[in-house]
């Protein structure tokens, strides 16, 4: 594993060569996957590792499991590295603000006691050699773009009582019909307004996917993600113990998300939602590949990708629309029938008649060519 790498970029690496394996019909069972996962990891995990290690038993210990441990612990330490530059910016603009502050002092302990006599007393600390606005004691100066917020949009819940997927946040659309206006009764008998309706791109691990029929509801104060809707487009949900597990509408076996239930028995899933500028990029480098690969087909780059047969081969995403040139160099035309379909079968029966004129002497020149002879006669 790479320090740049996260377990989830690792896990998908160990995931395909496990795959791989079995297809040529090595037997791997669970428990060695996650001692390859334990003892392979940086050195940056060894206390979450440790720690499982002595808490755990490794031979019952599922993949899932202990990928989820390492996920959390990873996400925590993010935070804490956050944390910690925050406060290293914040120290900064602290000294920078001292050091100014000290430097005012002296610049104005140099004045003489004359005008500080004129001075009004500091609201603050009492003192006369300074202004309010300049007082030390004032406050420490603190950093707004430091503030760490939850990202709300990204939260969604399962829900079976709704019949559409609604989200409050317009930022998150992909696509939005404003047009479509409706109203909407939810569960405590208020009405809301509907603003549109549109699609939403999310990132997951298999690419990016695409949220259909979407509501735009300004009021909303929660994201809802319905159950009925996803089931009607092919997806297969499935609520057991404390989670439910989302599979793929084309390869049932295909597990693509899988849910834990929170407290008030919600199922809350984290969506990474991709905007109208991070997808037009995508599409710009899809078409990009496909030009530089002798413009080949979109599914074709997605199986390099997948397979690793391509080395800094981004993830493609197929998109809509026709590329000119493919139109122009790939078209086939019907080629020109090799015979006619009707012949002369006697001689005068066709005859092809050549003139040659006007010209500047009054002359004129004819031939006359008989089609099933070719005897030609000039005149």
């Not at 395909?16 to 791997?28: C, P, R, S, W």
């Not at 404390?242 to 849910?259: F, M, P, R």
């Not at 050549?354 to 099933?372: F, K, L």
């Amino acid at each position: 594993m790479k320090d740049s790498e996260t377990i989830d970029e690792y896990y998908t690496k160990v995931r395909e060569l496990v795959n791989q394996l079995k297809a040529y019909g090595e037997d791997i069972p669970e428990k060695r996957v996650v001692e390859k996962l334990l003892i392979s990891v940086t050195e940056k995990y060894d206390p979450i590792v440790t720690t499982i290690e002595e808490t755990k038993d490794i031979t019952t210990l599922t993949v899932t499991e202990l990928v989820g441990s390492l996920e959390a612990y990873e996400k925590r330490r993010s935070r804490r590295e956050e944390n910690s530059l925050e406060n290293a910016f914040q120290s900064k603009l602290n000294m920078r603000s001292q050091n100014s502050n000290r430097k005012e002092e002296n610049f104005k302990s140099t004045m003489g006691d004359k005008k500080t006599k004129n001075m009004r007393p500091c609201r603050i600390c009492k003192r006369t050699n300074h202004l309010e606005k300049d007082c030390y004691f004032r406050g420490k100066p603190q950093c707004r773009n430091c503030k760490s917020s939850r990202n709300r949009e990204a939260t969604w819940y399962i829900d079976s009582a709704a019949n559409n997927h609604m989200t409050y946040n317009k930022g998150a659309f992909q696509t939005l019909d404003e047009s479509f206006k409706t109203n909407v009764k939810l569960g405590d008998n208020h009405i809301v307004k509907v603003e549109g309706k549109g699609s939403v791109a999310i990132n997951t691990k298999k690419g990016t996917r695409i949220i259909n029929d979407v509501m735009y509801i300004p009021n909303l104060r929660t994201n809802l993600f319905i159950v009925g809707q996803m089931m009607e487009k092919g997806y297969t949900l499935h609520f057991g113990g404390d989670s439910c597990t989302i599979y793929d509408n084309k390869d049932k076996t295909l597990k693509i998300a899988e849910v834990r239930m929170k407290e008030h028995r919600c199922f809350p899933i984290h969506l990474q939602y991709m905007g109208r500028t991070a997808m037009k990029a995508q599409e710009d480098q899809s078409w990009l590949w496909h030009r530089r690969l002798g413009h080949f087909n979109f599914q074709g780059l997605q199986i390099l990708h997948q397979k690793k047969m391509m080395t800094d081969l981004p993830q493609i995403q197929a998109v809509e629309g026709a590329c000119e040139a493919c139109l122009q160099g790939k078209q086939h035309k019907k080629p020109f029938p090799s015979g006619t379909s009707w012949r002369a079968k006697a001689v005068l029966e066709l005859i092809h008649t050549d003139v040659c004129g006007p010209m500047r002497t009054p002359s004129h020149e004819q031939t006359d060519i008989s089609s099933y002879s070719s005897m030609t006669t000039p005149e």
